[in-house]
DNA sequence: TAGTAATTTCTGTAATTACAGAACTCATTA
DNA sequence: TAATGAGTTCTGTAATTACAGAAATTACTA
């Protein structure tokens, strides 16, 4: 009988539950599932299907295939509870360790596809010899771009935590550590 | 009178301005504003709105609201065409300055007004005694990585892009030129 | 093996979003 | 000032997506 989560703390927490949750919207997940996760992000410890469907107020098959996508994410991760037989659930709390797997799934969802996508464009346009060639070059420019990014994704992904921080700290400073090769630009 | 955009060569650009249509269900733009994003790419000249409407088969308001959005992201522009009254649209094709403005508007979409929604979280939560101090912790590190992150974004958009692109295709031998410092990290 | 709790999948409905076509506005020219 | 062309806004419908509740499945317990 896990111990329903206290409520009485709820207002900034259950406004920033409720703000996680349609801020979904612009993110592209919906409403649901970003509730839920910031709910998960914010509990202390791991909770079942049926806590969740109660304080957020959701149906409980919704909450389970939310639960599903979530867990596709790997933004939450199921926690066995001893001597409980539902299954719980925790989410990820480091906060890069969190945005290195959204994007590594968007990686997955939307860099790769584009890049198989226009791959199969460019090889489409190899077999038109009337292809204007300025349509050719930009669909080219297009591929290597997204091929660079999705490389550098890559990469990054492997770049342990602090470091990213760390870079990113320094922002446009690190720039000045490659003016050394110092080309002019733009 | 404009010449009509010569269809002979459709094939590899209409797949891709069909391709590109539906990857923006993935990132989060709808059908009509990604294909006539993807068309205007790859159009040598400039286009109307009539010209695009026909050209795609979508309805010429459609195609006004969506010239219109595509505008608010700065990824295409108006250009006078003397002698003919109707305005004509031709997008960015340089691809770096397209996701140079592509990540300013999900700059100010979605990590600006995810910022200040925790800060609104956070006031309410100091007038909040009985907070459990996990969650006050973990609002605060969601904060702190989201100030971080925009700075970050806001700094990377004012370099220039020849720069961004040695920086990327750098990837992660970057991160050995700050092993200087050389932490042990995770 | 029957019974029950937990979870998932299915089915229909509600809500949202995308879109076409009509109506309207504004500017231009006759 | 009427007539025409371009562009926008409005209105209703279609398509999609989100969701609740029911039915079905799976896992455990007696």
Redesign the pocket.
Known sequence: MTEILDISDASAKSQFVLYWGDMG?QWG?????AQIHALLFLSVSPL???QISREL????????????ELVGWKLIRRIPVPG?????FSAETDVWEMAMRIAQGRKEREIDPAISAISDCLEKAATEPEIHPEVLKRMQEMQAFLTTVDTWYGQMLNVPKSKLNLLMKMGNKVISLLTLTGKKSE
Do not use: C, T, Y
């Open positions: 919207g997940v919906n409403r649901s599932v079942n299907a049926e107020g959701i149906a409980r098959s919704n909450v389970s295939n939310s639960l599903k409980d037989r539902r299954e719980h």
